[in-house]
């Protein structure tokens, strides 16, 4: 079965800096990988989506991922984070056929001034 | 255009009662996605609806069930409630199956059991 982590329960950035989280996933096939992230209180919104083709994808808010099949990773990325980033977010991949998403435990960003 | 819509919210139940939680698509999204999340267990697969149809089913116990109705609205139920029920309830929708098809979530309902 396929799983997803994320080895990173939280990680704390100073406004402005530079952000990435990482994701490892273990699937077989070629997976298809997403990003969600949740505000308090709030459902999951899609950040970025990889199904094929060129391995650095873009999101909104200004977050981009980059799939690197050899490390098995999809770690997602934003240059300057601003303090309405914070939030919770999510790796997950999708099992062919089932269409299921299997999601990672999620990392907590918290942003300092 | 109107978001997922998740019904009630907040709720507070009592162990062996039973829940009816309801999930009202995003309008002509025919596919409906439910989710549990806990603190310890993340956010896991309940079921996946279209067209009425359940088409994949995660591993919970026969207690968690669900359906969906014509207009595409969806209801899940779980019966014998056991504390460890307690957690946020996900609904996702999309226009019909197929990763092409991004999922949007509503805000979840808080089910809390004492």
């Known amino acids: 079965a396929q799983s997803v982590t994320q080895p990173d329960i939280h990680i704390t950035v100073s406004e402005g800096a530079s952000l990435e989280l990482r994701c490892n996933y273990s699937?077989?096939?070629?997976?298809?990988l997403f990003w969600y992230v949740q505000s308090p209180g709030q459902g999951l919104q899609l950040l970025l989506k990889?199904?094929?083709?060129?391995?650095l994808v873009q999101g909104i808010k200004g977050f981009e991922a980059e799939f690197k099949r050899s490390q098995s990773s999809f770690n997602l990325r934003k240059p300057s984070v601003h303090w309405s980033d914070a939030a919770e977010y999510f790796c997950?991949?999708?099992?062919?056929?089932?269409?299921?998403?299997?999601f990672g435990k999620g990392t907590k960003l918290t942003v300092n001034p | 255009k109107a978001g997922v819509t998740q019904t009630p919210r907040y709720l507070i139940k009592t162990r062996g009662q039973q829940v009816t939680l309801s999930c009202s698509p995003i309008s002509g999204h025919r596919s409906v996605s439910w989710y549990q999340q806990t603190p310890g267990q993340g956010l896991q697969f309940l079921f996946e609806?279209?067209?009425?149809?359940?088409?994949n089913k995660g591993n919970f116990p026969g207690r968690f069930s669900g359906r969906q109705f014509s207009n595409s609205r969806s209801e899940m139920n779980v019966s014998t409630l056991e504390l460890g029920d307690s957690a946020l309830y996900l609904c996702a929708s999309r226009l019909g199956p197929g990763y092409n098809q991004p999922q949007h979530f509503g805000d979840g309902t808080r089910l809390s059991i004492l």
């Open positions: 609806y279209f067209s009425e149809t359940q088409r």
């Open positions: 699937y077989g096939a070629t997976p298809y």
């Open positions: 997950a991949v999708g099992q062919g056929g089932s269409e299921k998403l299997v």
């Open positions: 990889y199904f094929s083709g060129d391995t």
